[in-house]
């Protein structure tokens, strides 16, 4: 059983940054980030290894938005530049065994923190 927790969320500006975290009770899973809007299906955002050595990003926020993780404190980042109104959503950490984009391949969710993007 892993558990997660997410941080960070709240109302920003279009244009500003945020900086989520995701607190783990585990360090050795690969890790996600996914968003899911109003009337909308839970997309992919980014993931990373275990390790950190490799990441990935969906392409609506590639170059915009950064996952990192510290293992010694058991945490995953994702830091948000650049937002846009469309960014806007429920934002869920997530670990999984394989590395994926794929929600159905993660194993651990937390519950959400609300991004909100102000045009």
Known sequence: QVLLAESGGGLVQAGGSLRLSCAASHSN???GWFRQAPGKER???AAITWSGGSTSYADSVKGRFTISRDNAKNTVSLQMN???????????????RSYSYLSANYDYWGRGTQVTVSS
Do not use: I, P, R
Request: aromatic share 20%; proline share 0%; with cysteine.
């Open 29 to 31: 899973y690969n890790m």
């Open 43 to 45: 997309e992919f955002v």
């Open 82 to 96: 650049s937002l846009k109104a469309e960014d806007t959503a429920v934002y869920y950490c997530a670990a999984a």
